[in-house]
């Protein structure tokens, strides 16, 4: 073997694994009918805050957009995942979808029309974010099903891969056709995306949207309860929840941008549009190369690791008045939470049966949700009695203390690993092409 044929597979290794989208075709179909509704949905989103601030001129009414959201977010989100668990996630998904479609293509044509208010755009902004929670959990059951082994740990990655993209592109994109076109033609598009999404459900195999019934259950494990319970009978699984919260309650930096933009950087607007797209840059870049991750079988090591190497990325933009030097702390920090979400990931889907699946899913998706909501508060309230740049460091650093007594103890969580020995939740490649 050459030098160069040698460089070559080395560096194969460490690029995204790609084998997901070439050998099952209907991940595949699925991945790109998700990516491409993804960006719609964040097309949507810029387009509806510039909207409220537009017909109101009211920060607290912006500000309350978050509420809206959050509130349907948290109710939705556990009654999708009993639904998940009780009948056919596939026809559950397209339903979603279809309500989905049907109320932005009605408020985009509200828009254009020109009689939208702020009280209708939070009526549709509540609906959107409850029909979406509602999806959230079967779409994340998918994966486990269509692929096994490494090949699970590389699909995630993918899919962040592509949620990291809509993030980074959405915004910018949509920035322009607002500013040309104006905030009605986000909507139609963001409406339009969606049949990029059914298609990529259609494209599933209808064997992989039945839950698998597991006989040893029984009636304790029904309702959400049974996923508290399995969840808190089985540590590996509460070791990544903890490990996640530590990182979000501690060290989320997003309420401390304007403050330590304004304490630093003197507060330009151009400055502080630079801090949260170096996240995106980050999560881009280790999706990109994220071969050696996903390969990894040792996932609660990477878990803890990454949570860890999180909240030293978060300390070094709160130490840094370079600008420079503290961009790089956040991509630092946005590379390490895209292997945290991968590895989470990995532990939660191969460590649940099936018949839990949603409702599992519908958790993960609360602590998701819920703990960065949380950490801003944390954030704006040490901030609010320090400095910005006190709270982002002292958060960072407790958040790197903490990942290592996680890893302490827990040691089911640092000893796992992802192969044959785990639960199977996969069906077979043959299953899965046809």
């Known amino acids: 073997m050459s030098p160069s044929t040698g460089s070559g597979r080395r560096l194969r290794e460490h690029l995204v694994d790609i084998r997901p989208l070439r050998e099952i075709p209907a991940f595949r179909a699925f991945w790109i009918g998700t990516t491409i509704s993804s960006f719609g949905s964040q097309l949507s989103a810029f387009a509806l805050l510039y909207y409220v601030w537009e017909l109101s001129h009211s920060a607290a009414l912006v500000g309350l957009t978050g509420v809206v959201r959050a509130v349907p977010l948290a109710v939705c989100g556990l009654l999708g995942g009993t639904l998940a668990d009780r009948m056919n996630r596939r026809t559950l998904l397209l339903a979603m979808r279809l309500a989905q479609m049907a109320s932005a293509a009605t408020l985009a044509v509200l828009v254009i029309v020109g009689v939208g208010n702020v009280p209708l755009v939070y009526v549709f902004m509540g609906v959107g974010a409850g029909l979406a929670s509602i999806s959230v959990p ?39 056709l607002v500013d040309s076109l104006g905030v009605g033609i986000c909507l139609a598009v963001d409406a339009v995306t969606f049949i990029a999404a059914l298609w990529g459900i259609v494209s599933l195999p209808k064997a992989v949207g039945e839950p698998q019934r597991d006989a040893a259950a029984g009636k304790s494990e029904r309702g959400i309860l049974g996923a ?48 949260l797209p170096a996240i995106g840059l980050g999560g881009i870049l280790a999706g990109v190369f994220s071969g050696r991750i996903t390969r990894q079988r040792r996932q609660g090591v990477v878990m803890v690791a990454c949570c860890a190497i999180w909240g030293a990325g978060i300390a070094l933009f709160g130490l840094s008045g370079w600008l420079p030097l503290a961009l790089l702390g956040l991509v630092i920090a946005g590379a390490a939470d895209t292997g945290t979400v991968v590895s989470r990931g990995t532990i939660v889907q191969r460590s649940t049966p099936d018949a839990l699946r949603g409702r599992m899913n519908s958790l993960d998706f609360l602590v998701g949700a819920g703990g960065p909501s949380l950490g801003d508060l944390r954030a704006g309230m040490v901030a609010s009695a320090t400095s910005g740049a006190v709270a982002a460091v002292s958060g960072g650093l407790a958040c790197v203390v903490g990942a290592g007594v996680i890893a302490a103890a827990i040691p089911s969580l640092r000893s796992w690993r992802g192969d044959a020995a785990e639960r199977k939740t996969a069906v077979s490649p043959s299953t899965v092409d046809g």
């Open 138 to 176: 079967s779409s994340q059951t998918f994966a486990p099903r269509l692929l096994d082994g490494e090949r699970l740990s590389a699909g995630l990655a993918l899919m962040r891969l592509s949620s990291q993209f809509a993030m980074l592109a959405g915004p910018f994109v949509a920035g322009i």
């Open 228 to 275: 508290v319970r399995h969840l808190v009978r089985t540590p590996v699984l509460l070791g990544a929840f903890v490990a996640d919260l530590n990182a979000t309650l501690l060290a989320i930096p997003t309420a401390l941008f304007p403050v330590i933009n304004a304490e630093r950087f003197g507060g330009s607007p151009v400055t502080l549009g630079f801090m």
